[in-house]
């Protein structure tokens, strides 16, 4: 069921929409929009009680923070698999697991 969350200020609006896809044990959460550190709890909401074969796909993620990254890193630290990860989140990612 998909699930979209919406934070509105004076000059723009944030939007992050979370698809999510259960088969075979397999859950795949797509994330569509600005994925910024206000939305990171509810998607943590939406992860519990997932199957253990979890994947981020990112195709589609336009804006991230630096909580998300941090998050993102952490899942993928736990085996969470990330697809479709725009290159620049990626490097950000490599930036933030180095001492």
Avoid: N
């Avoid at 944030?14 to 994330?31: F, N, Y």
């Avoid at 923070?65 to 990612?93: N, S, T």
């Amino acid at each position: 069921m998909p699930l979209a969350l919406t934070r509105t200020t004076v000059r723009r609006e944030w939007t992050l929409k979370i698809e999510k896809d259960s088969q075979d044990g397999k859950t795949t959460i797509r994330l569509i929009g600005h994925f910024q550190s206000e939305h990171v709890g509810e998607l943590k909401t939406q992860l519990q009680g997932d199957g253990p074969q979890l994947v981020f796909d990112l195709k589609e993620v336009t804006v991230v923070d630096l909580e998300v990254v941090r998050f993102l890193g952490a899942c993928r630290a736990y085996g969470v698999k990330i697809v479709y990860c725009p290159q620049y989140i990626r490097k950000w990612m490599a930036r933030e697991r180095r001492p």
